[in-house]
């Protein structure tokens, strides 16, 4: 069973920095990818980046050049450095592990990012 634990969310203002750190545990040997997605109230999750077996990332447009994802040796901890944090960037944090064959994504239970203007 997989388990994602995420945290590190909480009120910031814009152009500050948060730093969110995930621990992912159980059969996460055959994952794909690990990384973060976000969601407003009231509108659809968004994937936000992701770090690969290989150590490739892949980041959202809105967040590229702000946003860096980090991985331990052990490929069982993320950390999502958010940093010149805007308002449009208010969410819950989920962090996700995916895998492609097959397509499946497991997310913890999120963090609370509020951002003001």
């Known amino acids: 069973q997989v388990r994602l634990v995420e945290s590190g969310g909480g009120l910031v203002q814009a152009g500050g920095s948060l730093r969110l750190p995930c621990a992912a545990s159980g059969s996460i040997s055959r994952a794909a990818g690990m990384g973060w997605d976000r969601q407003a109230p009231g509108k659809q999750g968004e994937l936000v980046e992701r770090i690969t077996d290989l150590a490739n990332t892949n980041y959202a447009d809105s967040v590229k050049g702000r946003f860096t994802i980090s991985r331990n040796n052990a490929k069982s901890k993320v950390y999502l450095q958010m940093n010149s944090l805007q308002h449009a960037d208010t969410a819950v944090y989920y962090c996700?592990?995916?895998?492609?064959?097959?397509?499946?994504?497991?997310w913890g239970q999120g963090t609370q990012v509020t951002v003001s203007p």
């Open positions: 996700a592990l995916t895998y492609s064959s097959p397509a499946h994504t497991y």
